[in-house]
């Protein structure tokens, strides 16, 4: 099970190492098709979701107190 190490990798990348997590996945023939990566950091708390059983947008989104921060993937 490794969808969510890309979320991990991309928060870590920007916040550092953080306190705890937690990943609560569904499976399909032992595969994590989606899941919900929390993460906990001392001051806030960030959750990214991870799919491959779905469409829709590729990217990430972080969402603060004073705004949006939207990053868009596109594949060529």
């Known amino acids: ?7 991990l990798h991309y ?4 916040f550092g190492k953080l306190v705890e997590a937690k990943y609560y ?17 001392p001051s806030f708390i960030a959750c ?7 469409h829709g947008m590729y990217g990430g989104m972080i969402q603060g107190t004073k705004g949006i921060l939207n990053q868009h993937y596109y594949l060529i």
């Open 11 to 14: 928060v870590m990348g920007l």
């Open 48 to 54: 990214c979701v991870g799919v491959k059983d779905s």
């Open 25 to 41: 996945s569904n499976i399909e023939k032992n595969i994590d098709t989606s899941g919900l990566l929390v993460l906990k950091y």
């Open 1 to 7: 099970m490794d969808l969510s190490l890309y979320n």
